[in-house]
């Protein structure tokens, strides 16, 4: 005979089945705007079913079902979609750096416009053109120093304003790389946790879905590569091990910047330092070349030339000479000769022998300021002292500005079709994974819907076979009372 009370036991399993998943949609409904979040069903099989004893065979045709159980609660994902928003997502990191970088260069260079560089150059070559009208006027003398000072003003400013993005990229390294460390740290305390949790037979949903959105920001910020292994998630950058287990490698802005660029070579750590690298300090090379040709070739100009001043006097450096060329651009400066006397400025290359054979200065004379006017014009080799990149040689300091000026123009807009194109591939990778592992509000509610019915039903047997159960206990054998 089958048991009396096998009927309670398979409404039992249903009500608690039922209500497992229940409270695992409620879970889902709670969670979902939870980033990371990954949905979580029960797994339902049917109950062992059980055979009537008997020698052979049973002659109860058949074998007798015990109803539902719920194996485990398990979280939906898909870590093949993973592996490829990572892969994306690194390449976002990396270029949303470049860009920042490009359009704060964009804006210390502020070309075209009225007030950048290439209009400063321009009054002051004009001013040495209006000096060559009136050679010997003090007035037209001031404002070539006050030109001169209004340049060496516009370089100070371009390059402290260098040093200052350089010091800022630099301490981004540091704090992106504290977040590196960080990260690293909660997924290896992760490792140790789940390892634990799922060692004693339980699913740790929840702390995988924390561990997946860890490595997610890990992504962004350098190249990783996740591999599952049974002590946890082994992260590698490159060939250097990160975390292995329920241990994690100190990760610090030294250790960014020795694998830079062979293990790091994404992310936003890389594209920092890449733009350090690449953009800030070419930058950097090409002002302090233009500077340091300026300053030269003026320099080379004015001391041909004869002052105001009597007995006749060679004109001597206009600008200081350039002691460091890596420092050219923040330390020029008009020469302290130049600015206590405005006399001392060079504008003519004739001298006069006097009735009494003493010599004088053509103050009249235009010659050399023509000349230092027409450096404007004047095509120069910007070798920029061994640099090993110079943007061009042979040309004008106009022709060399806007080429400079062209080529971040070019790479800003290079940067931001990537960014574009790059944030459209993270969305939609991102999508197809919200459309595998995320909630759906509705989709959750028709399922509420039917495990309580399903709940109810299995109430509503429990209470059925309690009331046969009443019956035969009860009411059976009672009967000639």
Known sequence: MRSTFGGIEISKRGILTQQAALTTAGHNVANANTPGFSRQVVKMVAAEPIEALSLQRSTIPGQMGQGVEFTQVQRIRETF???QFANENKSLGEWTVKQDTLEKLEAIINEPSDTGLRQVLDNFWNSWQELSKQPDNLETRAVVKESALAVTDAFNHAAKQLKDLTSDVNDNISVKATQVNTSLKQIAVLNDEIFRVEGLGNSANDLRDQRDLLVDGLSRLINVSVQEESSGYHVKM??????????????????????????????????????????????????????????????????????????????????????????????????????????????????????????HVVK???????????????????????????????????????????????????????????????????????????????????????????????????TTFDQMLDKVINSMGTVGR
């Open 364 to 462: 009249g004379n235009n010659e050399l300021a023509l000349q230092l006017a027409g450096i404007k014009n004047t095509k120069f080799n910007f070798d920029g002292s061994g640099v090993t990149k110079i943007i061009l040689n042979g040309g004008t300091f106009d022709e060399f500005l806007r080429a400079v000026v062209s080529e971040i123009g070019v790479q800003t807009q290079e940067a931001q079709r990537q960014v574009a194109n790059q944030k459209i591939l993270v969305d939609q990778v991102d999508a197809r994974r919200q459309s595998v592992s995320g909630v759906s509000l509705d989709e959750e509610m028709a399922d509420m819907i039917k495990y309580q019915h399903a709940y109810n039903a299995a109430a509503r047997a429990l």
């Open 238 to 359: 490159g060939n250097q091990d990160l975390v292995e287990g329920n241990t994690a490698t100190e990760f610090t802005d030294e250790t960014a910047k020795s694998a830079y660029p062979t293990d790091l070579n994404s992310g936003e750590l890389f594209g920092l330092m890449y733009s350090n690298d690449r953009y800030v300090n070419e930058y950097k090379n090409q002002l302090n070349s233009m500077v340091s040709t300026m300053i030269t070739s003026v320099n080379n100009v004015h001391k041909q030339g004869y002052t105001l001043q009597d007995p006749p006097t060679k004109g001597g450096e206009f600008f200081s000479p350039v002691a460091d060329f890596s420092t050219a651009a923040e330390t020029m400066k008009v020469s302290t000769n130049i600015t206590d006397n405005v006399e001392r400025i060079a504008a003519s290359s004739r001298t006069y022998k006097d009735a009494n054979g003493v010599e």
């Open 81 to 83: 979609l993973d592996k």
